[in-house]
């Protein structure tokens, strides 16, 4: 029972280097959602797609793209990292029901840690 | 837009001690209130949650009501182990299931 599932656990790049973090979730949920997480911050939402085919801007979105290639995987792009970027990295996942207006909690992965240097 | 704050600086405790963590929400409508726990190294996990007003969530232990009044939904636990030492957000639901973290509260406690 894997739950959400990220790649890479850890990361290190330069600044202007791109790379794609992967998401996967294994439990049929319709939503999923990228967070970041840095010091005294909280958790803080880059985008989400709240339904497969869909996806929108969450809190912090300036340099990073999304793609819902299908209902389990949601993958985070960043194009040309930079250092502000160094953070923990975690997706989510959650189930709408969409009659019953009824949402499960969220899950989480145990997160990608990205360094930019 | 809607939002949580939870109390400043860490949490320090000896075993067995009485834990509350202060949270307090700021939102329009009536949102779901949650409580998560990261331990080290790991993402988050849902510890409890309470969906309407005067609920009380709890699971482990822990224990959170939600307080329209007050619009507050703080975290109590009245004997704490070692083993729940980790950071806890308090967070609430907005539009499509997305959440709003507090900051977090990073709670060690010494055997």
């Known amino acids: 029972n894997a739950g959400v599932t990220q790649t890479p656990k850890f990361q290190v790049l330069k600044t202007g280097q791109s790379m794609t973090l992967q998401c996967a979730q294994d439990m049929n949920h319709n939503s999923m959602y990228w967070y970041r997480q840095d010091p005294g911050m909280g958790l803080r939402l880059i985008y989400y797609s709240a339904s497969e085919g869909t996806t929108d801007k969450g809190e912090v979105p300036n340099g990073y793209n999304v793609s819902r290639l299908n209902k389990r995987e949601f993958s985070l792009r960043l194009e040309s990292a930079a250092p502000s970027q160094t953070s923990v990295y975690f997706c989510?996942?959650?189930?709408?029901?969409?009659?019953?207006?009824?949402?499960?909690?969220?899950?989480f992965g145990n997160g990608t840690r990205l360094t930019v240097t | 837009g809607d939002s949580v704050t939870q109390m400043e600086g860490p949490v320090t405790l000896s075993e067995e001690a009485f834990l509350t963590i202060n949270c307090t929400y700021t939102?329009?409508?009536?949102?779901?209130l949650f409580w998560y726990v990261q331990y080290p190294g790991e993402g988050l996990q849902l510890l409890l949650k309470?969906?309407?007003?005067?609920d009380k969530g709890s699971n482990k232990g822990f224990e959170a009501t939600y307080r329209k009044e007050t619009t507050s939904f703080h975290l109590e636990k009245g004997s704490v182990q070692v083993s729940d030492s980790a950071v806890y957000f308090c967070a609430l639901s907005y539009g499509n299931n997305r959440l709003a973290f507090g900051k977090g509260n990073q709670v060690v406690v010494i055997p």
């Open positions: 939102a329009t409508g009536y949102p779901s």
């Open positions: 989510a996942s959650s189930h709408r029901d969409w009659d019953s207006s009824y949402n499960s909690p969220l899950h």
């Open positions: 309470a969906t309407k007003a005067d």
